[in-house]
């Protein structure tokens, strides 16, 4: 069942459209990160299903009901920002219930709900706590808890984990998801951190210039981006002009071959580094530069024709900066961009 529905959704700012024509649907239960880089309008998408924001034209639907006319404290949707926003004169428990009280909840019943709350996003016991005694990850928790009080309809998240450290962020985003899964939360939220997004969300919808650019699966937007810019924003360079006939494309990197059922004529192919395989014979390149990256090491290739190359390859008997090597494609690691 559908809770949130935009339909055609647009704000302007003067001539400039910062949401241009936005239809979205998010249902019941579900997660869904919106990604873009700044600018993208993402925020502002954000701010609107709030009640923060007017539109310019379009409708936003909570549960099948216009929310033309209701007031953002009246819509029932939590929002939790990038920057915590704390209260630094109450102590955990009064930052939690803050919504409670404003509702007109009774003290006694507000108490039971933070300690649960709390309980819940892994701070136990910590009602007395100052806030400025807290970490970033425990402030993180606490305005999680705070923005689950009042039980919203839909939660939504600005940039949740942005001003955290990567390893306390990837810990954390696992522990949303759990939480959110354990208690049906429906969630909207935003990033420009396409590994959080994909880590969290049911459904990612990437965001340009104010529309959107694709949307789907985590899955299904890794492995078929939409578009050359849905490629590059999520980090993938390879990308070049092909004439794609019979299941292979003609490129500048030499032929390579496309899946089965790729479309055909003048294209652009995107190949992932994971598909730049190094080979005894193929396109003879230069490592410019290799980058450990853990698991993997990221390499920098020049060929002999056509743009820079980024492969990776295992740890064991990656090559020199230096080294010349020779390198083919896996096809299952090509994709061939739509048109457009």
């Known amino acids: 069942m559908t809770l949130l529905e935009l339909a055609g959704v647009s704000v302007r700012f003067g001539e400039r459209a910062v949401v241009d024509a936005v239809d979205l649907e998010v249902a019941e239960h579900e997660i ?9 309008g993402k925020s502002t998408l954000l701010r609107v299903v709030a009640g923060l924001q ?16 209701v007031p953002a404290h009246r819509r029932g949707v939590g929002l939790m920002f990038q920057d915590h926003q704390l209260f630094p004169h109450r102590d955990v428990a009064g930052n939690v219930a803050f919504g409670l009280r404003m509702r007109g909840s009774a003290r006694g019943a507000y108490e039971a709900r ?6 819940l996003v892994g701070l136990p016991g910590a009602q007395g706590r ?16 705070r923005a689950l009080a009042p039980s919203p309809r839909l939660l939504m998240l600005d940039e949740p984990l942005g001003q955290l ?68 924003f999520l ?36 190949i992932r580094p994971a598909g730049v395989v ?44 230096g080294d010349r090597v020779a390198v083919g494609f896996a096809p299952a690691e090509v994709v061939v961009l739509p048109a457009g």
Do not use: Y
């Open 54 to 69: 007017p539109v310019s034209a379009g409708r936003v639907l909570l549960g099948g009901a216009d929310q033309a006319r």
């Open 235 to 270: 980090g993938f360079e390879n990308v070049i002009g092909a004439t794609v006939v019979g299941g292979s494309a003609a490129t500048a990197w030499g032929k390579v071959q496309v899946p089965a059922g790729s479309p055909e004529g003048e294209r652009r192919i995107l």
């Open 32 to 40: 869904v990160c919106v990604l873009g880089p700044s600018g993208s």
């Open 278 to 321: 190094l080979a005894a014979a193929g396109l003879r390149c230069e490592v410019v530069s290799r980058t450990f990256r853990g698991t993997h090491v990221a390499l920098l290739l020049r060929p002999e024709a056509g743009p820079v190359l980024e492969a990776e390859c295992g740890l064991a008997g990656a090559p020199a900066v």
């Open 114 to 119: 933070v300690a649960e709350l709390l309980e």
């Open 165 to 232: 450290d990567r390893g306390l962020r990837e810990r954390l985003v696992v522990e949303l998801r759990e939480l959110f899964s354990r208690l049906g939360t429906t969630v909207l939220a935003v990033t420009h951190d396409q590994g959080e997004a994909f880590a969290l969300a049911d459904r990612v919808v990437v965001m340009r210039d104010g529309r959107i650019a694709q949307a789907g699966t985590p899955l299904e937007v890794w492995q078929r981006p939409a578009s050359e810019f849905v490629a590059r």
């Open 130 to 145: 100052s806030v400025a005694s807290l970490s970033g990850g425990e402030q993180q928790r606490v305005a999680l808890a």
